[in-house]
């Protein structure tokens, strides 16, 4: 605690609330003395979606996965493809899911080629609790935990969830802190926290490229070429921006920039996917 607040552990934004006060990502708050999920069980999106679609180019292709998302998000991405839910807080409309009843829906979906539950939508690790309450139960019966996320997570919660998870496609937002200044991140965690999921899962990046904001070319290729020191084969998903949410004056990313820095990117990594060209 400090000065009578309690300090989130979740994030690398901490954030010290007093009683009843609601953390920078509006899914977290202070009750009762400790910081809780305020989205526990709260399920705002839910669809089988292809397994490619989240995106995963080397993991279970040609399945489906149970994809469920929440409210809120730990980054202000101003280019948001998600904003209605990733900014929103409690307020927002949901339904009660709890991991059991999760869990038990991806089992009924099985034969239509389901392999198990995707977290995205939102940011789904800063209800870490839900991850890991309904990862456990998906692993009992057999099925896969897949996390879609910013990565923008404390480093030592985030090791909690890699014995229950099976996938993971990080965002790696931009290669230059100042970046991640403009989203609201934290670079170095991200990183450390690919490293880590790397060696305990199916790990796949998504590089999203906002025209004069992460799209120059050296900065692709050393991007890349830091992954590559991690695997060479690990997947890239290098993928077109469109105009939403506080950038409506920033036009969509040329198709022909995605090319040139997927360029880029194949100096180093094999598989290197361009989203929506």
């Not at 899962?201 to 050393?222: C, F, R, Y």
């Not at 105009?243 to 990117?265: N, S």
């Amino acid at each position: 605690m400090t000065r009578g607040k309690i300090v989130c552990p979740v994030c690398p934004h901490h954030c010290a609330l007093a009683e009843g006060e609601t953390g920078w990502c509006r899914a977290r708050g202070a009750q009762n003395g400790a910081v809780v999920s305020l989205n526990y069980g709260r399920v705002a999106s839910l669809a089988l979606d292809p397994v490619e679609k989240k995106p995963f180019a080397r993991w279970m292709p040609g399945k489906f996965i149970l994809s469920v998302g929440s409210f809120g998000c730990n980054l202000r991405c101003p280019f948001c493809q998600n904003d209605a839910i990733s900014q929103a807080g409690a307020s927002f409309p949901t339904t009660e899911m709890p991991p059991e009843d999760l869990a038990h829906l991806a089992e009924e979906f099985v034969p239509r080629g389901n392999v198990g539950v995707a977290f995205t939508y939102n940011e789904p690790l800063i209800g870490y609790e839900y991850v890991r309450d309904t990862a456990r139960l998906l692993k009992e019966a057999g099925l896969s935990a897949a996390v879609v996320t910013n990565g923008c997570m404390a480093p030592r919660l985030f090791r909690e969830l890699l014995p229950l998870v099976d996938a993971f496609n990080i965002d790696l937002k931009g290669w230059r802190s100042s970046f991640y200044d403009w989203v609201g991140g934290d670079l170095a965690a991200v990183k450390e926290n690919i490293r880590q999921a790397a060696a305990a899962a199916h790990v796949e990046v998504t590089t999203l490229i906002v025209p004069g904001k992460n799209d120059d070319s050296a900065d692709m290729e050393a991007e890349a070429a830091w992954l590559a020191e991690i695997s060479p084969m690990l997947p890239l998903h290098i993928s077109r921006y469109f105009p939403r949410f506080l950038t409506t004056e920033i036009p969509a990313t040329p198709v022909a920039v995605i090319h040139r820095l997927a360029e880029a990117a194949r100096r180093h990594l094999r598989y290197v996917y361009e989203g929506n060209v």
